[in-house]
């Protein structure tokens, strides 16, 4: 099959693990006989400087028209980059922001998985980490107070901001839906988070989760409020299969979740919506601090087109290779800096695709 892929490389260390990407998804295109054809998409600071906004219309129409999305990071060092003297609304993550919504990317899936291997760089106990865990958090992402309205004002002489937080029963319904489904396919386990105790939404939120909980039996489903969930992810992490959340709980929870991992340079992420049309990208940020120097660990954004191979394209073998070539180059003892032990090798971006790439 031949698919048409937007890489959207962006910036700081986005180019060099985007290219990692490319290369083990052209050696699953050889092995399997398939095609992937990349087109490049400007966004974030990169697309600023070219043309003054973060995503133009055309860099959202070759994204919407491409079978998926592929996406290295975006964004600058925000106390130095000139991109953050602009307003706002065209500093380069409003890029982000838009091609979520213009896609229609409501669900976010962020896996938090502990790697045996890396045991070692979990900042957790040894009796908190056990076997190890593996939960994915589902966070709604384009709804919430990330696009409810918002302005700044001075009244009788006194600066005022507000941001609101709007959700409607049919934005719940929907994520909600893909946490149970998400949740059917793995340990039949959802815990919905929210502040119930405090906001309109999250009142709402339960009611309807609790609706589309009766779609499904099998699924044991319990809410837990978000300050809660905080403290419970470093306490019991394993206690967590599926964790489903509004847009900036999500976002809170998910980076703890992928600390409490220790490595957050191995950790994936999809953004889908409605279609099979979804968008990949890597779970860290775009470090623009070691850009260009081959350290950064290209493996998240492997294991993202992996998620792209699996979710998009229902190529599930392909993706399981990806994961097992992943697994063998760390079972090797292969690492790049950032996931660096004792006795282990020391790799760069480059090696360590091309190490992944080989053993496809
Ligand atoms: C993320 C990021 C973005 C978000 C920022 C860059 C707007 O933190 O993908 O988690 O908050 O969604
Ligand atoms: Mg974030």
């Given amino acids: 099959m031949n698919?048409?892929?937007?890489?959207?490389?962006?910036d700081g260390i986005g180019p060099e693990i985007v290219r990692e990407a490319c290369k083990v998804l052209d050696k699953i295109g050889v092995k399997y006989g398939h095609e992937f054809k990349y087109t490049e998409v400007l966004m974030g600071g990169v697309s600023i400087d070219a043309t003054g906004v973060p995503l133009t219309e055309e860099a959202l129409a070759t994204a919407k028209a491409s079978d998926s999305v592929l996406l290295g990071a975006v964004g600058g060092n925000v106390g130095q980059s000139n991109w953050y003297k602009l307003p706002p609304n065209l500093r380069p993550e409003a890029g982000l922001l838009a091609i979520r919504k213009g896609l229609g990317l409501f669900c976010n899936l962020r896996p938090a998985v502990l790697f045996s291997q890396l045991k070692g760089a979990c900042p957790l106990k040894d009796e908190i980490i056990g076997d190890g865990f593996d939960f994915v958090v589902v966070r709604e992402?384009?709804?919430g107070v990330y696009f409810g309205e918002r302005k700044t004002v001075t009244e009788n002489g006194i600066r005022k901001a507000v941001d609101t937080m709007p959700y409607d029963e049919n934005e719940i319904r929907r994520i909600?839906?893909?946490?149970?489904?998400v949740a059917m396919k793995r340990g039949k386990r959802v815990v919905s988070v929210d502040k119930a105790n405090v906001l309109d939404t999250s009142r709402l939120w339960r009611q309807v989760v609790k609706e589309v909980a009766r779609e499904y039996p099998e699924v044991e489903v319990s809410d837990m409020l978000v300050d809660n969930c905080a403290m419970q992810m470093v306490r019991d992490p394993k206690q967590f299969d599926v964790v489903l959340t509004e847009n900036m709980f999500g976002d809170i929870l998910s980076d703890e979740a992928s600390m409490v991992t220790g490595s957050i340079g191995m950790l994936a992420s999809a953004s889908l919506g409605e279609t099979k049309l979804g968008l990949y990208e890597p779970s860290h940020g775009s470090a623009p601090d070691i850009a260009g120097q081959n350290k950064a660990n290209p493996i998240a954004t492997i294991l993202s087109a992996a998620m792209m191979l699996r979710y998009s394209f229902d190529l599930l073998d392909e993706a399981d290779r990806i994961e097992a070539a992943v697994k063998q180059v760390l079972d090797e003892g292969y690492r790049t800096v950032d996931i660096?032990?004792?006795g282990c090798t020391l790799v760069g971006t480059k090696e360590m695709g091309d190490l992944i790439a080989e053993r496809i």
């Fill in 3 to 10: 698919y048409n892929v937007a890489v959207i490389p962006g």
């Fill in 141 to 143: 992402l384009t709804g």
């Fill in 176 to 181: 909600a839906r893909w946490a149970f489904e």
């Fill in 340 to 342: 660096m032990s004792e």
